[in-house]
């Protein structure tokens, strides 16, 4: 059972990191809503990345194993950035500011 959830996190995560550079490519008038989705679709790659390393525990405890902790942090960076995207869809003048930030506290405070 492992094989077939490692198999589907990993296509999952391919397929993300493929909808992130193309709707961060994509030039609609929407730029910040776009950002915002292609950086909500790389966090959850590399929160699906980082289930592949729980389920490989031996290979990632001796080959990487500060990958284990700081993947686990890009979780926190999820409802921010859902939040943020939702706001930037509900807002019709909705601009990112540096006070947005503040919603990445906990990710930035467990990242570093």
Do not use: W
């Not at 950086?39 to 980082?50: K, P, Q, R």
């Not at 390393?53 to 999820?78: H, S, Y």
């Amino acid at each position: 059972m492992d094989v077939v959830v490692k198999y589907i996190c990993i296509i999952l995560s391919v397929q993300l990191i493929i909808f992130a550079l193309i709707v961060f490519k994509r030039k609609n008038g929407l730029e910040t809503n776009n950002h915002l989705l292609s950086f909500l679709f790389i966090t959850i790659a590399i929160s699906l990345f980082d289930r592949i390393l729980f389920l490989n525990k031996e290979f990632a405890v001796n080959n990487i194993p500060f990958a284990i902790f700081i993947l686990d942090t890009f979780q926190l960076a999820v409802l921010p950035l859902l939040f943020l995207y939702a706001k930037s869809f509900t807002d019709s003048d909705f601009k990112l500011k540096p006070f947005h930030a503040f919603h990445l506290l906990p990710f930035l405070y467990c990242f570093f």
